[in-house]
């Protein structure tokens, strides 16, 4: 496939997200929290749409303005039933997605694995064909802070697919993690010798250079992976649980810092904070990277000195941060849902009344006016 230069421009931030009718308006919500993040910056967000409502997915178009652009991207439009795919034949797209999909979730869910053929097929707008690297959100989620320091660690670091370590809250992963560390455990002893799976809420995909690598082999390796994990558990797995065995082939696999993908619960954090009962120094750091707590890409030999104090200085930097809700992603992964919860119990969760306060501003805004207490600005 032939790639040509990004259209919108190498300055603008590029998103994608997905969403159904059920779940149309967390999304619109995610989307303004990303353009209130960083008023200097530009964004392209493309969004898949899975049987939404003319209704709704005007209200999405309108969230467009001079720095924001929103293209939607029908999925139940006649020319997915013909996709051509990287294997050189064709797949009714949704139909398909039928067919891999988590039994626990939305068949958008697994649609990312499909996001290397969807990319080589050509049927995306040249806007967003023509797009080389794109972060993933979820639609639980409100961004907090500007994300151009995330975009900009990632595109320097040699990995396709780049996400933060989803047990961080318990055991650590920051930076380089060596692979051995990425089997959960199965008993309680293994569990505290601690391990790391991908988080599939925030992920960054070098998409252009994934495509091309998995058109040089002829298949899009990550249904292989699929293939194989679904006939190992005899379930259709999760698309994080593939993305993990995809990068577990690789001798260490880089995790971004926690705080894009933090826990808003605040009786997590509490916890958290109760846990981390000392800094990580140099007396305990090997220690702890024995114990797959601290990645390092030389992982048979010991860092250097500098090497040493920049890891720890990062460990502890992004622990604290977590404990202090210093954070620059919220991720409602696996806990109560804000839009599911009632103004009553929400005076003492900071981030559930962020939530409330950046939907004000959307097109799907409610008639309930919000409290005053509730006017608060969490990005100074």
Known sequence: MQWTTLSVGAMVQNYVLATDNKYVVPTGV????????????SFQVVLFLDNVSPENANKLRAMSDERCTIVLINLQ???????????????DLMEFADQIKCAKWSRLVNLRLLFPDIWYSG????????????????????????????????????????????YFTMYGGVGWVDAQYFDPPSTEQQCKDGFARVSGGVVFWK?????????????????TLYKERKCKDKVSPQDE??????????????????????????????????????FLTEENYFQKMRTGLIGNREYT???????????????????????????CIFHWDCVQKPWKRS?????????????YVVRQKTPFRTCVTIPPEMEINLTE
């Open 30 to 41: 995610a989307i303004q929290s990303i353009k209130d993040s960083d008023p200097s910056a």
């Open 77 to 91: 439009d006649p020319k997915w039933k013909s996709m051509p795919i990287i294997e050189g034949s064709w797949i």
């Open 123 to 166: 049927l995306l707008p040249e806007n967003v064909q023509n797009v080389n690297t794109f972060l993933w959100l979820d639609s639980d989620l409100i961004v907090i802070k500007s994300l151009g320091s995330l975009f900009d660690e990632c595109e320097h670091i040699n990995q396709w697919i780049i996400s933060a370590n989803l």
């Open 207 to 223: 998409i252009r250079e994934l495509t091309d690598y998995f058109v040089s082999q002829g298949r899009n390796e990550l249904l």
């Open 241 to 278: 649980v593939v993305l993990g065995d995809f990068l577990k082939q690789r001798e260490c696999v880089y995790f971004f810092s926690p705080r894009y993908n933090a826990n808003p619960d605040p009786k997590l954090r509490l916890n958290l904070f109760m846990q981390w009962s000392e």
């Open 301 to 327: 030999n010991p860092p250097s000195v500098l090497n040493l104090q920049e890891a720890i200085e990062r460990f502890n930097e992004n622990m604290q941060a977590l404990c202090n809700g210093d954070v």
């Open 343 to 355: 103004y009553s119990n929400l005076y003492w969760d900071v981030a559930a009344r962020h939530w």
